[in-house]
């Protein structure tokens, strides 16, 4: 087996593919391997560049194999595939793992530290149950429809689907309120996780100074500031704010062709949770500014009264992920521009 300069990892549950190249770009070998003798195998290798998809344990594999003294990048799936000839299979995939890896443009995904997985995971558990939650709701709201009873969407309302079940008078079968109790207990035990992980992200916030200089922008709250510290890379490794606002899937997608340029929608294909949660401040700001009024003249004001409100929404979440890393890189508290009289 010679010396590879390259090598090409698809990770998996219990079977890994290698594939090794040198400087050239030639094959030195292609080897399969089980979990238990990957870091054997790679203990047995000098020093290289070990190229990984972006995926589920990958980051967990990048730590363990750096720490054998090779130097590892972590690619995009979107970015392997370009590269995969003909057939889909494990060494068709380690082998595109390993030509991507040797391309002088190729965007890698930066290591996460077992820290930053930690402080990423509060706000997956969130999620994860802010959906079960609405998934209960929904359900207990579609049974009582079948009964003749229609509430209105939102965790608002939660409380007059409660009375309903509990009340006797109602036309709910006698039958059916057991069942539905329990939908009612899911609810109420999901709730109560929920502002326990709420009361922790913002005990998270008050104790991270980075955090309080975040939650000087409009639109910022406790979690997602303590979220964009949780799951942003480091902040200089983004050029400019508009790369970052890219990263995070706010800019639109291109559809260019022939010297014209076309814009769509924005593209969504960065870190879905600060996304969401700026697009969800940036809502807010809009809203208050609809119903209270924005400052005549601001950016906002005019934005208003020549765009549709959600495109509005999507714009402002685009400029606040623009200061966002600007405070990140430059330090200081946001500071509102002065509007021209």
């Keep these: 087996m010679g010396e590879a300069s390259t090598i090409g990892l698809d990770v998996a549950k219990n079977v890994f593919q290698a594939h090794g190249a040198d400087a050239a770009g030639h094959v030195v070998f292609r080897k399969r391997l089980v979990r238990a003798k990957v870091l054997e195998f790679f203990a047995r290798q000098a020093p290289c560049v070990v190229a990984l998809e972006a995926c589920g344990g990958a980051h967990h594999w990048a730590r363990e194999i750096s720490k054998l003294g090779h130097t590892v990048r972590l690619i995009p799936p979107a970015y392997v595939k370009p590269f995969v000839k003909r057939q889909k299979n494990d060494a068709a995939d380690a082998e595109a793992i390993c030509e991507a890896a040797q391309r002088p443009g190729m965007r890698f995904v930066p290591v ?27 359900a207990l709201r579609g049974h009582l429809t079948e009964y003749g009873h229609v509430v209105p969407k939102g965790t608002d309302h939660v409380d007059r689907l409660v009375a309903l079940v509990k009340d006797e008078t109602s036309s709910v079968p006698k039958a059916a309120r057991g069942i539905l109790q329990v939908l009612i207990d899911s609810i109420e035990a999901l709730g109560k996780q929920i502002d326990d992980l709420d009361a922790e992200i913002g005990r998270r916030a008050k104790d991270d100074p980075v955090a309080q200089r975040l939650m000087t922008i409009p639109g910022i709250g406790p979690i997602a500031a303590t979220a964009i510290i949780a799951l942003v890379p480091a902040p200089e490794g983004f050029r400019a704010g508009r790369d970052f606002a890219a990263w995070l899937g706010l800019t639109p997608l291109q559809r260019s062709t022939g010297g014209k340029q ?34 005549p003249g601001s950016w906002l004001a005019q934005m208003l009264a020549r765009k549709p409100r959600m495109l509005v929404t999507t714009a402002l979440a685009n400029k606040t992920a623009r200061i966002v890393w600007a405070l990140l890189v430059k330090g200081g508290t946001y500071k509102a521009p002065a509007v021209a009289a």
């Design 262 to 295: 076309k814009l769509g929608a924005i593209s969504k294909m960065g870190e879905r949770t600060i996304r969401r949660l700026l697009i969800l401040g940036a809502s807010a700001v809009v809203r208050w500014a609809v119903h209270r009024g924005a400052a």
């Design 112 to 138: 996460k530290t077992e820290t930053q997985q930690a402080n990423a995971l509060v706000f997956r558990t969130r999620d994860l149950l802010v959906r079960q939650r609405t998934q209960c709701i929904n």
